[in-house]
């Protein structure tokens, strides 16, 4: 079954900087653009940022641009999420998944940025 496994999330104070990472198993990577996408409390889940199959476009939300960098290893099915400059409204659970999402989504990881 599909299935990704978030991790690299944590606290960090306001400015600072955190890596995401997402393995993806069992299924055609090569073949799908993928995204990370985030909940805060209350909140939908949201995309983040999206790269296509090969790495060679990527888009982001605005609140983000300029600070995050989405990038992607089709050797080994990873798809990471270099954030800086982290403010407390990036605080949520980020989730990494097709950038046409499939049902499969796995736990996410936590970040929290404090003031």
């Known amino acids: 079954q599909v299935h990704f496994v978030e991790s690299g999330g944590g606290v960090v104070q306001s400015g600072g900087s955190l890596r995401l990472s997402c393995a993806a198993y069992?299924?055609?990577?090569?073949?799908?653009?993928m995204a990370w996408y985030r909940q805060a409390p209350g909140k939908e889940r949201d995309l983040v940022a999206q790269?296509?199959?090969?790495?060679?476009?990527?888009n982001y939300a605005d609140s983000v641009k300029g600070r995050f960098t989405i990038s992607r290893d089709n050797t080994e099915k990873m798809v990471y999420l270099e954030m800086n400059n982290l403010k407390p409204e990036d605080t949520a659970v980020y989730y990494c998944?097709?950038?046409?999402?499939?049902?499969?989504w796995g736990q996410g990881t936590q970040v929290t940025v404090s003031l």
């Open positions: 069992n299924f055609g990577f090569i073949n799908a653009g």
């Open positions: 790269i296509s199959n090969f790495g060679f476009s990527t």
């Open positions: 998944n097709e950038d046409m999402p499939t049902p499969y």
